[in-house]
């Protein structure tokens, strides 16, 4: 009995017994279910190439329109060049431009290439409506209509044209027709940055597009001066002469320029302060020892050479714009972020010191400040014209005479008072009064204000280069807002894309921003 007696490491009969079941169930299942395995790696499948097909679209979607991008950061490159395509043939070339470009973007939207969110898209819907209501209504003065029609709307656009049984509201409809389709492009321009510009990175490259114009600016006229040649674009200039106006024909009008550059550079090197604190002597040494290795020394280097440009076209609104609008938008800066940052306030005490003081002493600051004080407003011609102004004003308050018929009409009221009739009324406000009407003078101030709200909403931001947006923009809103009093930078082709396309970019960060805000809104409900 006891050879025949179990060990204690043989297979005992219920084990025995159990193996056999569990083996025997295994294979019925596995011959069962063989196809759930191939089934769920097929389905696994299909959803990887799915996933990976959607990111493929998504990526070409985000970065579908680099072309047109590329192509808006070339047009304003070029727009300062050809005398600031303040010539018939400049305006055509950036209206043919611009429609080129928004064709090309159409095109890319249609095949699905272009990345565009409801969000977005409603968030610049009405700045853009605007823009496009002053569009619509400067093609609307161009429209022949029956006599007593126009009676009824503005009598004197009737006395000024009894023989005509069929009349525009413009009393020079070619000249609104051409104003009409440069408002489109100009408005083009506005949403295609609204739609491009809508990540850091972009920010940066426009904001770097527009430093490097303005300091190409800057140092070909202060070229010109300090050597005498006094050229402008390829050709000797007649006008402005010992002073710096670059490639355009008027030395204000480099100013307002360089004020929206500057406005671009410091927001740059605004977004490229450092927030480390230094313990000891030995790291601030070496953090000093890296800025002046680093981009941000040039950066640095580029405004001083634009800020010296600026002093040196003696243009006194001007200057004025350029440090009100630094002080102002630096104030705001400030209040925006959440708590006091020394940083930041010596920046901007430095730059008010490094470029009032130093560089303006060296390059003509006093010059600057005599023609300041030799300012009287009896021998300003842009006084002379205010009584005029205002009379024209008055006689078509709500329909304006029609864009662009400025020249034609103002003589009719100053009745040779003045020797020289001006092709604008050195006032953007007055003239877009004049020739639009006061409610779109209205409309656009609504526009350029809600502008400069969205820039103060950027410098809240979290991100850098959309803090530079916004100052970038408020400096573009402050410049604007002064400068249009004394002067028709709006009036220049080049000077208007420039604002265009700040104030494109402003809105479009601003979007991409409640876009980012809905989504979180909308993952917390789920």
């Not at 990540?199 to 006229?221: D, E, K």
């Not at 304006?400 to 100053?414: C, E, I, K, L, T």
Request: with cysteine; charged share 15%; proline share 3%.
């Amino acid at each position: 009995m006891g050879a025949f007696a179990p060990r204690s490491g043989d297979i005992q009969p219920n084990d025995f017994t159990l193996t056999l079941t569990l083996t025997l169930s295994s294979r019925l299942r596995a011959n069962v279910f063989r196809e759930r395995p191939a089934g769920r790696a097929l389905e696994m499948s299909k959803r990887s190439s799915c996933h990976r097909l959607m990111k493929r679209r998504a990526l070409q979607a985000i970065h579908g329109d680099r072309l047109v991008f590329g192509g808006l950061l070339g047009l304003l490159l070029l727009a300062p060049l050809p005398f600031a395509l303040a010539r018939d043939w400049g305006e055509a070339l950036l209206t043919g431009l611009s429609f080129l470009l928004l064709a090309l973007w159409c095109g890319l939207a249609v095949l699905g290439q272009v990345q565009w969110r409801q969000h977005r898209w409603s968030w610049v819907l009405w700045p853009l409506l605007l823009l496009l209501l002053v569009q619509v209504w400067a093609l609307i003065q161009t429209v022949p209509l029956p006599v007593h029609w126009v009676r009824a709307i503005d009598p004197d656009l009737v006395v000024l044209r009894p023989d005509l049984a069929r009349m525009p509201l413009s009393l020079d409809p070619y000249y609104t027709l051409r104003y009409g389709l440069l408002g489109l492009a100009l408005a083009a321009l506005f949403f295609l940055a609204a739609t491009t510009v809508r990540t850091p990175r972009r920010v940066r490259w426009l904001l770097r597009v527009l430093v490097f114009s303005g300091t190409c600016q800057a140092a070909y006229g202060t070229f010109m001066v300090l050597s005498g040649l006094e050229y402008g674009f390829f050709v000797e200039k007649y006008a402005g002469i010992g002073v710096a106006t670059g490639t355009f024909v008027n030395r204000n009008h480099l100013a307002g320029y360089l004020n929206m550059c500057l406005a671009a550079g410091i927001g740059l090197l605004l977004a490229g302060l450092s927030e480390v604190q230094h313990v000891n002597w030995r790291a601030r040494l070496r953090a000093w020892l890296e800025l002046m290795l680093s981009s941000k020394i040039r950066l640095r280097l580029f405004l001083a050479v634009m800020v010296i440009g600026l002093v040196l076209t003696r243009s006194r609104m001007g200057n004025v714009a350029f440090f009100t609008g630094l002080i102002l938008v630096g104030a705001a800066t400030l209040m925006a972020r959440q708590q006091f940052q020394g940083k930041v306030a010596v920046f901007f005490v430095s730059l008010l010191v490094g470029d009032l003081l130093i560089l303006g002493q060296w390059f003509g600051l006093d010059a600057l400040l005599a023609r300041l004080e030799e300012t009287q407003p009896v021998t300003e011609g842009r006084v002379a014209y205010a009584p005029f102004l205002w009379e024209y004003i008055r006689t078509f308050p709500w329909t304006g005479s029609g864009a662009g018929s400025f020249y034609g009409v103002f003589g009719q009221f100053h009745g040779g008072a003045i020797t020289a009739s001006p092709a604008h009324a050195h006032n953007d406000y007055a003239q877009f009064a004049a020739e639009y009407g006061i409610p779109i003078l209205g409309l656009l101030g609504v526009f350029v204000l809600a502008t400069g709200w969205q820039a103060w909403r950027l410098l809240r931001s979290s991100t850098r280069l959309y803090q530079a947006m916004g100052f970038a923009g408020g400096g573009m809103v402050v410049w604007l807002v002064l400068h249009s009093s004394a002067d028709f930078n709006l009036q220049i082709a080049a000077n208007a894309a420039t604002v265009m396309a700040i104030a494109g970019g402003v809105w479009g960060c601003q979007a991409v921003r409640h876009q980012g805000r809905v989504q979180r809104r909308a993952a917390r409900e789920e």
